[in-house]
T-cell receptor, first 113, second 114 residues
């Protein structure tokens, strides 16, 4: 099993460009999450999907959209990238009844110039 | 707003010593507590979880929870250089609209020197 996979691993965007970060999990988990991690700020939740067909905002949703394409896949879209969105993005998944036991993907390092 | 506080460190201990990592949280309704380890440039990895007051041991790791004091800690016995990483404390909200979400502290950087 690959666990949680993310693509791409690295990306450089210019301000105003758009892109989609892809995430897939093969653990048959119901819940999936997108986080960003910035130096000194810890992990902050952008959006999450408690189950297929549902999505909810986290702490820092502005500037992002998500799609839970099916049970396996959860994508994060930046419609108009800004330098403030330079960060490392992690996707994670979990299974109830232990939503806190999350499994993380390898991350995407995004730079917006 | 749910706050999870950790000393950022760095915490530096010699090989073989006990490393003690601490975490406090603001939401008295929190029920589940987690410790994640993150090596530099890598993704977080779950190493311990605890749901009840008291101690929980797993190999060299012991998690301690005191809900009355809203305090959770992680002890690493016989610390090894391979334990050098950032340790993230996380807490779930187990009720209401934020059910299932994890709230992370900013992490404590641990260095174990040989």
């Amino acid at each position: 099993n690959a666990g949680v996979t993310q693509t791409p691993k690295f990306q450089v965007l210019k301000t105003g460009q758009s892109m989609t970060l892809q995430c897939a999990q093969d653990m048959n988990h119901n819940s999936m999450y997108w986080y960003r991690q910035d130096p000194g700020m810890g992990l902050r939740l952008i959006y999450y999907s408690a189950s297929e067909g549902t999505t909810d905002k986290g702490e820092v949703p502005n500037g992002y959209n998500v799609s839970r394409l099916n049970k396996r896949e959860f994508s994060l879209r930046l419609e108009s990238a800004a330098p403030s969105q330079t960060s490392v993005y992690f996707c994670a998944s979990s299974e109830r009844p232990s939503p806190g036991e999350q499994y993380f993907g390898p991350g995407t390092r995004l730079t917006v110039t | 707003q749910k706050e999870v506080e950790q000393n950022s460190g760095p915490l530096s201990v010699p090989e073989g010593a006990i490393a003690s990592l601490n975490c406090t949280y603001s939401d008295r309704g929190s029920q589940s507590f987690f410790w994640y380890r993150q090596y530099s440039g890598k993704s977080p990895e779950l190493i311990m979880f605890i749901y009840s007051n008291g101690d929980k041991e797993d190999g060299r790791f012991t998690a301690q929870l005191n809900k009355a004091s809203q305090y959770v800690s992680l002890l690493i016995r016989d610390s090894q250089p391979s334990d050098s990483a950032t340790y993230l404390c996380a807490v779930t909200a187990d009720r209401g609209s934020t059910l299932g979400r994890l709230y992370f502290g900013r992490g404590t950087q641990l260095t174990v020197w040989p």
